[in-house]
């Protein structure tokens, strides 16, 4: 199996169409970062991953504090990006979490709640982006994974197309670090629900194409307040 780097598996992927929904994806975040977040304000991206949107929206908005919580990926930005949330200020305007939660199992969700309502202003918003692991958009993806990025999916192809026509995931699988959860049966209409019960949705759109149906499209963002 090739490893590829994550840039390669995203921004600079050799696959034209998962490159172009990837760079769609940062560009997208970003002016949802910028739309919320107040000029001299405060962001916390939760899954910073290697610090990308962070090192856009610094250039966009330097006099913006901008920091991140990473427990997983190799920190290079260690000034601005941490393993634990204990040198994150009290009180944050954006919390962020773009490719994320679809990670994230019960005990971790849990977590993440956690932190969004300790640290989240008043008048804050929580910014989030998942994949869609169903529709027809998931035979691109299984094309890719298998024999682009020549990864190991658990997806069988009977998987693939019960999830790719009849909308039906099959069982969430654990990765090898045992709580991290891969892409395998994530359900973003699931994750949609459970955010509702907490905050207040402020909008929602699919990417890279907004226009046409969600099961045509790579990602779910959505952002929200509280209520």
Known sequence: MT????EQQTVASPNPLARYAHLSRFKRAKAL???????????LDYGAGDGRLLALLRKAQPKAQLLGLEPYMDITDKKHIFRTADKLPPKVDVITAFEVLEHLDAHN????LKLVNA?????GHIIISVPNMLGPSLFLK???WRFIKRSQWIYSWGDVFKAGLLLKSPPRELKPLGDYLGHTGFDWRLLRVQMLKHYKLVEEFHSPFPALWWGF???WFAVFERR
């Open 3 to 6: 490893h590829l780097t994550y």
């Open 33 to 43: 970062c910028q739309k919320y977040l107040p000029a001299k304000g405060s962001l």
């Open 109 to 112: 969700m849990a977590g993440y």
């Open 119 to 123: 640290r989240l202003a008043k008048n």
């Open 142 to 144: 299984y094309i890719n």
């Open 217 to 219: 499209n790579s990602q």
